[in-house]
């Protein structure tokens, strides 16, 4: 269901050489000792551009008791490494490396809640972000204008010029269409850099997606009306060093997360991929059911059976790659996890089954009956796959 959302106010910032300029309401001093300001900057492989950003934060916020935390997924370039020699230095920055779990989503819900500052940013650590924004973002929120605050790559004064022609079209295709269904007026929803009151996430945790890319699109149509929001404009740098994190999968991430709040969440992002996984899997099996009969030859029996064998293994090799890759399983845990699926399949199908064959008996609709069992079993294999084949280690 879509919701409605509070008016969303611009004002333009000035020009570079101005952007650092506290407004009243930035000269207000920050209680001696205590952290004002916690920027979260999640992180895979950005070694290189780390210490960059925190020499830039260090120039843009010297009257501000912020600190940085940095939520490391595990990088295999050392990125938590170079975090923790600058903290050895620095206090203010903080390395929360997760080990076994992947997702932009998630490691800025972690760093978040691992937070106890007042107020809560997060901005990418590729140097794309203009840190000098952090200051009036922080402006508003102490002037008490917004309960959030988000920097736009989209409103007058702003822009992404560094985007190819092609990204920019998909980028703003995608924003008009997160605003038409979840009902939102903003000029950029799928911004990544933003600032707010962390009392707002507190409120909201347990009802945020831990997958995908887009927390802030989550946050507020989650948050719906109740969220005060702001934008302010700012130019979109190019990435310093490193490799984009952008590819198909948070096309269809971003996807399964508009599906899912349009729904007010009675679809779990996990389910809706398990779902289109499962769809995916049907034209699979009959592939694998035509070859088996026109190519190899053999009987609609054993080429029934090789279809079903082929199907449940995609959808295996899928699920982990998409669905559960916050928890994938790789080496002689993948092989473990295939063959318990093939048990939770096989007793889905028997479910499917008995099920259809149930209500065929009392509603004489075959396809009323199809559709019983196939529902019952993508349940069946949703919820025991989740507890059984990627259960949270």
Known sequence: MARKQAPVSKKSLPADESLAVAGDGLRRKPIAGATELSIIVPTFNECENIPV???????????????MI?????????????????GASDPRI??????????????????????????????DADLQHDERLLLPMLAKLRADEADLVIGTRYA??????????????????????????????????LSGFFMLRRNVVETFARKLSTQGFKILLDIVSTAGKSLRVA?????????????????????????????????????SLRFIFFCLVGIVGIGVHFVALSIGVAVI??????????????????????????????QRLTGMNYLTG?????????????????????????????????????????VWNYVVSSMMVWRSR
């Open 53 to 67: 950003l925190v020499d830039r934060l260090r120039k843009a916020l010297p009257d501000v008791a912020w600190e």
């Open 70 to 86: 940095i939520v490391d997924d595990d990088s295999p370039d050392g990125t938590a490494e170079v975090a923790r020699a600058l």
């Open 94 to 123: 903080r390395c929360l490396r997760r080990v076994g779990r992947r997702g932009l989503s998630g490691a800025c819900l972690e760093g978040m809640l691992a937070s106890n500052a007042r107020y809560a940013a997060v901005m």
């Open 156 to 189: 007058e004064g702003g822009a992404a010029d560094t985007f190819s022609t092609k990204r920019k079209w998909i980028s703003l295709l995608a924003t008009r269409l997160a605003n038409k269904v979840l009902g939102l007026k903003l000029s950029d929803p």
């Open 231 to 267: 934008e302010l404009p700012y130019q979109f740098r190019s990435r310093h060093r490193g490799a984009s994190k952008l590819d198909t999968r948070i096309a269809l991430d971003y996807a399964g997360l508009v599906l899912a709040k349009a729904t007010s969440d009675l679809l």
């Open 297 to 326: 030859g053999l009987s609609f029996q054993w080429a029934q059976t090789l279809a079903i064998v082929v199907a449940i293994a995609n959808n295996f090799a899928l699920n982990n790659a998409i669905t559960y890759r916050d």
């Open 338 to 378: 295939l063959m318990l699926f093939y048990l939770v399949s096989s007793i889905g199908a028997l479910s499917n089954m008995s099920v259809g064959n149930w209500l065929f008996g009392h509603e004489q609709t075959w396809w009323v009956a199809g559709l019983g069992g196939a529902a019952m079993s993508v």
